[in-house]
């Protein structure tokens, strides 16, 4: 009896991670330290102007496409009766492909940019272009679709809806845009009727915005979409500017995190394109993030200073997750590495949840309170939960059992096998989670790495994924894990539903959709074949730079 129970304890240690030898740990092999490289030379430097004006024209027919197959509005479409701007909203089949052979030709130049910044995804490339190099192409990239028509989704409309309810005084909380504003409202008539009947799933600070924004716009559609985009570009400068800083105290080159992490598609046309309110939440976190970690990290004794930074740090995340909950995981990251700087164990432990869990629920209730909005937000997290998607993997599984008892005639039982995939997927997500967080706490993984790991499992568990949560994992992940174990799925699954999303705004049918990607290939083909002297299609053996000696990048900002 007590060998079985000691084997219960050891198999429950060695779970969790607390019997683990730092070297036999699994996830530790998606991590190795980037050596510093010399800079492009001449010809590469021609390339990589090249592969930017290619991902500008990307860009620019996308935002033009935008016009016709993009998430225009019903009510005041600034497009709508014009002979010329209006024609695109009119030739759905030849738009659309337009939009996808720009999506295209953008995920060929941030392929090929790839070269100069992380080489063949797995090592380091023989050259790297700078960061200033890579700012510049990633603005480039980003100005056409910040003035572009929403794309890819719906979402906005349903964000100015919510925030004119609040607008009103009213609780967005507990009433949908169809009660809140009426069914003939302009707001409401550009919401999709699954969300029509629906409070608001976000967090009050996002709503306290929000609301604001409505009180400056009122009905105005347009400048209400722009105001919210521009949220969502100050969510995406937060990632530019904490991504780099993150990445060097995991030793890995800030321009390959800025690459996969910034300038990834899913990024550009999610959440710039489809102005997701997800960029702000990534944004606050990682910056958040950032602020304590140099906290504990950058300064040798535990100052007045460095106990500021940890307190605004921490505020900064409990910011984030005012406007979606999910991001408060990276507090638990940051309460471990408080812990396992102090040591004393499980009391260390103990004192750094309580200073963190006071600072986060100090911080909650002042957003909630001031804001007016109280905390009904509690009571519609589940709200995403009603729609069935098939990126979400015991979502999939559920959906594809049931089908198999339908064919095998066992009837349709797929909402039953939903109601018992999904909680075990949340079980497992739990678990990998804590043993993240153990991790952290021992020192075998950098919090950076063991926080983007336990939002990987918890995207890849979660009950309803969309494109973009994928972003939640790559993201950080993108500062911490570069070794071919991450990136190549990362960049498989980047670049497979960049291309899968059709853009919003219009239905299309399937002999539509077959045409514009016959259109597609062929182009990315012919263009392949025209430019396989002058882009670097191929690894290129040979320098011509001078060399410098490879050293590691630092661990400190």
């Not at 797995?122 to 190099?133: A, E, I, M, T, V």
């Not at 003939?184 to 609301?211: C, E, H, K, Q």
């Not at 949220?231 to 105290?249: D, E, H, T």
Request: hydrophobic share 55%.
């Amino acid at each position: 009896m007590e060998g079985a129970r000691r084997g219960v304890m050891e198999i429950g240690r060695r779970a969790l991670g607390l019997d683990v030898p730092a070297a036999d740990h699994t996830v530790a092999v998606l991590h190795s330290v980037d050596t510093d490289r010399p800079g492009l030379d001449r010809r590469e430097t021609l390339q990589l102007m090249r592969i930017r004006l290619l991902g500008a024209t990307g860009v620019v027919i996308m935002a033009i496409s935008a016009l016709g197959v993009g998430a225009q509005p019903v009510h005041q479409n600034p497009t709508s009766g014009l002979r010329v701007l209006g024609f695109f909203a009119r030739a759905h089949t030849s738009t659309l492909a337009m939009c996808l052979i720009g999506t295209v030709l953008v995920i060929m130049a941030w392929l090929l940019l790839g070269r100069f910044a992380v080489g063949g995804l797995g090592g380091n490339p023989q050259h790297r272009l700078s960061r200033s190099q890579m700012d510049r192409t990633l603005l480039l990239w980003i100005i056409p679709l910040s003035v572009a028509p929403p794309m890819f989704s719906n979402d906005v409309y349903s964000y100015l809806a919510q925030s004119e309810i609040a607008a009103r005084g009213l609780d967005p909380y507990q009433v949908g845009p169809v009660e809140g504003l009426g069914l003939s409202n302009v707001l409401t008539n550009n919401v999709p009727n699954i969300w029509r009947d629906t409070p608001a799933p976000y967090g009050p600070l996002f709503l306290w915005m929000g609301r604001g924004i409505a009180e400056l716009t009122g009905d105005n559609i347009i400048v209400g979409v722009w105001l919210h985009r521009l949220l969502a570009l100050a969510g995406v400068a937060l990632i530019v500017w904490a991504l780099p800083r993150l990445s060097r105290r995991c030793g890995v080159a800030p321009v390959s995190a800025l690459w996969l992490g910034a300038a990834n598609p899913l990024v550009l046309f999610h959440l710039i394109g489809g102005v997701h309110n997800d960029a702000l939440m990534l944004g606050l976190m990682l910056a958040g993030v950032e602020l304590c970690l140099r906290a504990l990290e950058d300064f040798p004794s535990f100052d007045r200073k460095a106990w500021a930074l940890l307190v605004f740090g921490a505020v900064v995340i409990t910011l984030s997750s005012s406007i979606k909950i999910t991001s408060i995981i990276a507090l638990g990251f940051i309460g471990m590495a408080l812990a396992r700087r102090w040591g004393n164990g499980l009391r260390g432990i103990l004192c750094a949840a309580g200073i963190l869990g006071a600072i986060a629920m100090a911080t909650t209730l002042f957003v909630s309170t001031a804001s007016g909005l109280g905390f009904g937000w509690v009571n519609t997290l589940n709200t995403a939960s009603a729609v069935r998607s098939y990126l979400s993997l015991p979502t999939a599984i559920g959906i594809i059992t049931g089908f198999g008892g339908v064919l095998l005639g066992l009837g349709d039982h797929t909402t039953a096998l939903l109601d018992i995939t999904r909680p075990l997927a949340e079980v497992v997500a739990a678990l990998i989670i804590l043993r993240m967080l153990i991790a952290t706490w021992t020192g075998r993984l950098h919090p950076v790495g063991a926080m983007g790991v336990g939002l990987g499992a918890l995207v890849l568990l979660f009950p309803v994924v969309q494109p973009w949560y994928l972003l939640w994992a790559i993201v950080p992940l993108a500062a911490w894990a570069n070794r071919p174990a991450f990136r190549v799925p990362a960049v498989v699954i980047s670049v497979v539903v960049s291309v899968l999303v059709m853009p919003r705004g219009a239905d299309f049918y399937v002999f539509q959709i077959v045409e514009s990607a016959i259109a597609t290939v062929i182009v990315g083909l012919l263009f392949m074949f025209l430019t396989r002297n002058v882009l670097p299609w191929r690894k290129q053996p040979g320098v011509s730079a001078r060399s410098q000696r490879a050293t590691p990048y630092g661990v400190s900002s």
